[in-house]
């Protein structure tokens, strides 16, 4: 079961945690595509306690977002809404250091059709 992510509380608490999340995290490029569906796969790098955030940047065109859900959360931190409404945050346990991994999409409506974005995050937590 998908969980849409728009918990007030934890929304405010990401907008506070990715101000500074730039400074402590490192992002790969994208590093593949799938079939009909778009799947995007990067890999971050953060600290302990540290957080990152995905600023979702819609392409040309005539998107309509109805959100974002989170079918897969991280085991060992916690993932929201970023800084704006189509971003998102995740921010890792303090003292806590090894892989973690999240999925989430983005969905959109173009042209009459409705598909996900599926964006997966393997986390290196340092």
């Known amino acids: 079961m998908k969980m849409i992510v728009s918990l007030v509380a934890l929304a405010a608490a990401f907008a506070l945690f990715s101000q500074s ?3 402590k995290c490192k992002k790969s ?3 593949h595509y799938s079939g009909g569906n778009v799947t ?3 890999t971050w790098t953060v600290r ?3 957080s990152c955030v995905y600023n979702n940047h819609i392409w040309g065109g005539t998107y309509a977002v109805y959100g974002i859900e989170v079918p897969r959360k991280p085991k060992h931190g916690l993932v929201g809404h ?3 409404r189509y971003s998102i945050a995740y921010h890792a346990n303090k ?3 090894g ?3 999240f999925e989430f999409q983005i969905v959109m409506r173009e042209n009459g059709q409705t598909a996900p974005v599926t964006i997966q995050i393997h986390v ?3």
Do not use: T, W
């Open 82 to 84: 970023g800084d704006s």
């Open 124 to 126: 290196r937590v340092i």
């Open 40 to 42: 995007l796969q990067y």
């Open 99 to 101: 892989d973690d991994y």
């Open 48 to 50: 302990s306690g540290g």
């Open 29 to 31: 490029s994208p590093v």
């Open 21 to 23: 999340a730039e400074a």
């Open 95 to 97: 003292n806590y250091k």
